[in-house]
């Protein structure tokens, strides 16, 4: 593979509109959607929309996860600290594993409560009295909590590399010549 500095584009427009998508997910799922009764007459609406952009981002990850195995990415910058070489590397495994767990969890609770037919297919049944008690949905409710944390270090550590260190880490998910 070609030594390159950064990204292909699409995989920078992949990681910008799956950044917000994940925050727009992370912020109604917990402040808006987990917060409405079951018998609010907006849930099964703001339920469609969850579901949906849920099952975008699952597609736009498994997309950006070929593009990334068969385009050329950059090297790993390091930081002089292996420590913090191996906290970058994990930390950004760790983010596909909580997105793809969320996602499945997602799919999961959505199956046990009987969602798609409920909320797709129009079925007229009234959605279950709780989702308490849906294994996949404790998974999901943790895991959401935990990538909110990520994405939070994720930003962090971003601000550190392009203002503390100004390695140029920023311009490598952004749009130039390679």
Known sequence: M????????LLVILHWLLAVL????LITGD???AE??????GKISALKTHL???IVILF???TRLILRSKTDTPDAIDTGNSFINRAGKYSHILLYILIFGILFSGIGTSMIAGLPDIVFFGSGEALPE???????LVFHAVATKILFFMVILHFLATIYHQFVRKDGLLSRMWFGKK
């Open 2 to 9: 070609t030594n390159v500095n950064r990204y292909h584009p």
């Open 22 to 25: 994940i925050l727009f997910q």
């Open 31 to 33: 402040n808006f959607l």
């Open 36 to 41: 409405m009764s079951n018998n609010s007459p």
């Open 52 to 54: 949906q952009v849920g």
């Open 60 to 62: 736009l990850m498994l």
């Open 130 to 136: 709780t989702f308490d008690g849906i294994p996949p």
